[in-house]
T-cell receptor, first 117, second 114 residues
Framework: DAGVIQSPRHEVTEMGQEVTLRCKPISGHDYLFWYRQTMMRGLELLIYFNNNVPIDDSGMPEDRFSAKMPNASFSTLKIQPSEPRDSAVYFC???????????????FGPGTRLTVL | GDSVTQMEGPVTLSEEAFLTINCTYTATGYPSLFWYVQYPGEGLQLLLKATKADDKGSNKGFEATYRKETTSFHLEKGSVQVSDSAVYFCALMNYGGSQGNLIFGKGTKLSVKP
């Protein structure tokens, strides 16, 4: 398996623009997590899904942030409108039993570095 | 709620020095404990884990023992290399509440000089 895939790897946009981050989890994993990493706040869990259903979105900072998982192999995190304080690295991770995995290990993607000017 | 506290960095060591990064946790029940490593420009990778008290996780010369009596999971390595320079995150996963939800410490940056 190619692991967790995220796109784009880097995104530079201007304040007010819509930004969409994408994630493809490991095939067969039934949990998907979105994290944000900044120098000030460290790693923060934004939202996570189980079997494509959002379970806990209490970490989503504002209504400007939304996440969807239309099927088991794809999720998006959207920011509309974006602001400079949204600049961060956004990670996606998946977890599940498929492929010899366990519910003990999350697998992380390489992240998307977002810069909002 | 559950939480993880790890020593603040940065930590700077010379090659072949001994490394300890302290990590303590607060949790109800019996969490699993993890160390993740993040190399520059990359995502997090699992370094080692322990799922019950007194378990020792080990990988690439790193070790950590799950100590329930002291609620600790300190990371150690006997002889660090320049290639170990990275940010290390201690984390716990507690199944009492949210299945699979990791709670991270703030990370400790390690720099190893030749």
């Amino acid at each position: 398996d190619a692991g967790v895939i995220q796109s784009p790897r880097h995104e530079v946009t201007e304040m007010g623009q819509e930004v969409t981050l994408r994630c493809k989890p490991i095939s067969g994993h039934d949990y998907l997590f979105w994290y944000r990493q900044t120098m000030m706040r460290g790693l923060e869990l934004l939202i996570y899904f189980n079997n494509n259903v959002p379970i806990d979105d209490s970490g989503m900072p504002e209504d400007r942030f939304s996440a969807k998982m239309p099927n088991a192999s794809f999720s998006t995190l959207k920011i509309q409108p974006s602001e400079p304080r949204d600049s961060a690295v956004y990670f996606c991770a998946s977890l599940g039993l498929a492929g010899g995995g366990s519910y003990n290990e999350q697998f992380f993607g390489p992240g998307t570095r977002l810069t909002v000017l | 709620g559950d939480s993880v506290t790890q020593m603040e960095g940065p930590v700077t060591l010379s090659e072949e020095a001994f490394l300890t990064i302290n990590c303590t946790y607060t949790a109800t029940g019996y969490p699993s404990l993890f160390w993740y490593v993040q190399y520059p420009g990359e995502g997090l990778q699992l370094l080692l884990k322990a799922t019950k008290a007194d378990d020792k996780g080990s990988n690439k010369g790193f070790e950590a023992t799950y100590r329930k009596e002291t609620t600790s999971f300190h990371l150690e390595k006997g002889s660090v290399q320049v290639s170990d320079s990275a940010v290390y995150f201690c984390a716990l996963m507690n199944y009492g509440g949210s299945q699979g939800n990791l709670i991270f410490g703030k990370g400790t940056k390690l720099s190893v000089k030749p």
